[in-house]
């Protein structure tokens, strides 16, 4: 059972470039989350979506867009990547109750040189 | 937003030896999660808490609830080298519907 999935695992790119993360999950889960993990800052939540075609920002949501035109999937785009953004992103998701846990992906590194 | 203090960041233990981590905060949180992330993974859910006081299991797992909603603990009994990874509190602040709050981690070596 795949659950959630992040692609690609691993990305490099450049400076200036538009980069597309992707996150599907087979759950029907309502609620997806996209996060990013840098050292000494933990999980820093980037933007979520409640259900199809609602999006919220997070507590870092600046260089970001979001999309939720299916419930199952929930793209991060980086409109023109800085080297700021290198990262680890994690897309997570859950149930309509908020006292369910998230579940999380794999991950995806991103480098900007 | 949110801030949540976990502590210690990093601990160097032996085989077989006890562990104990915590998360606090200056706000009232209505659940408490511990995660634990190996390398190149994604976090996975070691234990949940809803209730002030709940004190929760998992094998050699106990994490507990603090009773003034605004701490928890996770204790780990005689650790084995696969319980190496990060371990993450997060909580869900009281109110409205805000996100969760992850600490910033401990890391486990063994």
């Known amino acids: 059972d795949a659950g959630i999935t992040q692609s690609p695992r691993y990305k490099i790119t450049e400076t200036g470039r538009q980069v597309t993360l992707m996150c599907h999950q087979t759950?029907?889960?309502?609620?997806m989350f996209w996060y990013r993990q840098d050292l000494g800052h933990g999980l820093r939540l980037i933007y979520y979506?409640?259900?199809?075609?609602?999006?919220d920002k997070g507590e870092v949501p600046d260089g970001y867009v979001v999309s939720r035109s299916k419930t199952e999937n929930f793209p991060l785009t980086l409109e023109s990547a800085t080297r700021s953004q290198t990262s680890v992103y994690f897309c997570?998701?859950?149930?309509?109750?908020?006292?369910?846990?998230?579940?999380f992906g794999d991950g995806t590194r991103l480098s900007i040189l | 937003g949110q801030q949540l203090n976990q502590s210690p960041q990093s601990m160097f233990i032996q085989e077989g030896e006890d562990v104990s981590m915590n998360c606090t905060s200056s706000?009232?949180?209505?659940?408490w999660l511990w995660y634990k992330q190996e390398p190149g993974e994604g976090p996975v859910l070691l234990i949940a808490?809803?209730?002030?006081?709940e004190l929760t299991s998992n094998g050699r797992l106990t994490a507990q609830f603090g009773i003034t909603r605004k701490d928890s603990f996770l204790n780990i009994s005689a650790s084995i080298p696969s319980d190496v990874g990060i371990y993450f509190c997060?909580?869900?602040?009281?109110?409205?519907?805000?996100?969760?709050?992850f600490g910033s981690g401990t890391q486990l070596t063994v």
């Open positions: 997060a909580g869900r602040p009281s109110g409205s519907a805000r996100q969760l709050t």
């Open positions: 759950w029907s889960h309502s609620y």
């Open positions: 979506s409640a259900a199809a075609d609602i999006t």
């Open positions: 808490l809803y209730k002030a006081g």
């Open positions: 997570a998701s859950r149930g309509t109750d908020s006292n369910q846990p998230q579940h």
């Open positions: 706000s009232i949180f209505n659940t």
